[in-house]
T-cell receptor
Framework: DAGVTQSPTHLIKTRGQQVTLRCSPK?????VSWYQQALGQGPQFIFQ???????QRGNFPDRFSGHQFPNYSSELNVNALLLGDSALYLC??????????FGQGTRLTVV | DAKTTQPNSMESNEEEPVHLPCNHS???????IHWYRQLPSQGPEYVIH???SNVNNRMASLAIAEDRKSSTLILHRATLRDAAVYYC?????????????????FGKGTHLIIQP
């Protein structure tokens, strides 16, 4: 079992650009959540997807959007990138009634 | 979400027990206490959770105060691989339905340093 896999591992983008990050959940998991972790801080919840719909959202602007596919994989899209969007983006998956498993994250640098 | 308070950092020696405290004075009756840890350059990983009774698993023990306003994560014999940031998190339901709102609220956690 490969666990939660995220791609790419590192990414450099220019301010104003758009970025798409990808997540494949752990086998058997149907719920995917995304988190943003700034340097020295704990992860901050962005949103959660289940049955291809956004079910819960944290305090993030509409520039942050997502999608879940029928195979449960997910994408995080960020538009109009700001320097402050530089962070580690973590994907977590779980199955109902179980704990969340996290991927190793995508390190996004906005220059 | 109910808030938790943890020390910023703690230091311990290898092969000794470690007690990581967490205060959660505003915990509600339906909040589970979860602990996750994040090793350097990795995503967080689940450690243990409990509701009212003390819990043990292969990684750690969780001691919950009788009034549930505080809890302690216990690593019985710390190794260098236990050096990580430990997060104490309150969550209302243990995942319930997939459509439930159960995003985790992380604080800054406790940075555990293990000395050889």
């Amino acid at each position: 079992d490969a666990g939660v896999t995220q791609s790419p591992t590192h990414l450099i983008k220019t301010r104003g650009q758009q970025v798409t990050l990808r997540c494949s959940p752990k086998s058997g998991h149907d719920t995917v959540s995304w988190y943003q972790q700034a340097l020295g801080q704990g992860p901050q919840f962005i949103f959660q997807y289940y049955e291809e719909e956004e079910r819960q959202r944290g305090n993030f602007p509409d520039r942050f959007s997502g999608h879940q596919f029928p195979n449960y994989s997910s994408e995080l899209n960020v538009n109009a990138l700001l320097l402050g969007d530089s962070a580690l983006y973590l994907c977590a998956s779980r199955l109902r009634g179980t704990e969340a498993f996290f991927g190793q994250g995508t390190r996004l640098t906005v220059v | 979400d109910a808030k938790t308070t943890q020390p910023n950092s703690m230091e311990s020696n290898e092969e000794e027990p470690v007690h990581l405290p967490c205060n959660h004075s505003t915990i509600s009756g339906t909040d589970y206490i979860h602990w996750y840890r994040q090793l350097p350059s990795q995503g967080p990983e689940y450690v243990i959770h409990g509701l009212t009774s003390n819990v043990n698993n292969r990684m750690a023990s969780l001691a919950i105060a009788e009034d549930r306003k505080s809890s302690t994560l216990i690593l019985h014999r710390a190794t260098l691989r236990d050096a990580a940031v430990y997060y104490c998190i309150l969550r209302e339901v243990l995942g319930g339905s997939g459509g439930g709102a159960d995003g985790l609220t992380f604080g800054k956690g406790t940075h555990l340093i293990i000395q050889p």
